[in-house]
């Protein structure tokens, strides 16, 4: 692999958690009336026909069909179904900010630790500082500014942490399937179909919303733009970086996440907020700059 795949790795992650860290404030900004797993399944179910249409058009059906037989794959969507429910309860529970801040805060730690604990090398010292420096930056940032909103804030940031776990469990796994030789577009495709099927009965109670024109609006923006495309730049990171890493990068995401719900949705931010941006911002520069730098034998 060249310095140039990950070089520009760093960049597409970056920009999937720019399109990731849209999700809760396009739920809210939509004020669309529906369950937090209704959602969750409307937008695994269109994300997942998007990355199964992308992995056909690109190697065919055989692909997928392939990884559908494999127990490592069902485990994934699994994962991916947990991760989705419970990021919108959070997101319900204590807004778009603090759920994606308390979610991708802690995946970097427990990603590195998952995948050390599968035998992967542990990502390094830099990566250990960056991430000590962006999740403390999370951690002011996300702390509650009053004690009404801090009862809220429990609950939601206990949905966010199963939800955390879920997906740097994801991460972690997605990595090695990758590793063994298999497309990411395909794992994903493969394990987002599952978690799809897992989740359509809530769709089915729940699906009014969805046929009003705002309902459509969210679900093809949360479904297209926030998992589709998302995930496939997701897809090249985990294939070209360590996974810990791309869970740091990530890391993205709740600053764009509380910039959108600062400005969109008038959500409080103190200056010890705006410190804890600074701080992610430090963190994601310094991991950023370590992987440049990087030199792997082609």
Not at 10 to 31: C, E, H, M, P, Q
Request: charged share 10%.
């Amino acid at each position: 692999m060249s310095p140039i795949d990950r070089r520009g790795s760093v960049f597409v992650v970056l920009a999937a958690g720019v399109l990731f860290g849209t999700t809760g404030t396009a739920r809210l900004f939509s004020d669309v009336a529906a369950s937090s797993t209704s959602i969750a399944a409307a937008r695994l179910g269109i994300g997942a026909l998007g990355l199964v249409a992308v992995s056909i058009i690109q190697r065919g059906s055989g692909a997928v069909t392939l990884l559908w037989k494999r127990p490592r794959v069902w485990i994934m969507g699994v994962s991916v179904a947990v991760y989705m429910a419970s990021f919108f309860a959070a997101v319900q529970l204590a807004g778009a900010a603090v759920a994606s801040l308390v979610s991708i805060s802690l995946s970097p730690l427990l990603a590195g630790t998952i995948a050390r604990m599968f035998g992967s090398p542990w990502p390094g010292r830099v990566w250990a500082a960056s991430t000590f420096l962006a999740v403390v930056g999370v951690v002011m940032l996300s702390a509650p500014t009053s004690a009404t909103a801090g009862n809220h804030r429990v609950l939601g940031a206990l949905s966010a942490a199963i939800a955390a776990g879920a997906y740097a469990f994801y991460t972690v796994v997605g990595a090695r399937l990758v590793a063994d030789g298999h497309h990411a577009t395909d794992g994903l495709a493969a394990s987002f179909s599952i978690g799809a099927v897992l989740l359509v009965p809530f769709l089915v109670i729940d699906a009014q919303w969805i046929t009003t024109p705002k309902g459509i609006a969210l679900a093809l923006w949360l479904g297209v733009a926030s998992t589709t495309v998302a995930y496939i730049l997701f897809g090249v990171g985990i294939t070209h970086l360590a996974p810990g890493v791309v869970a740091t990068l990530l890391l993205s995401e709740p600053f764009v996440a509380t910039m959108l719900g600062v400005f969109l949705l008038s959500e409080p931010m103190v200056l010890r907020g705006w410190i804890g941006c600074v701080l992610i911002l430090v963190g994601l520069l310094m991991v950023s700059r370590n992987e440049r730098k990087v030199r792997v034998p082609v």
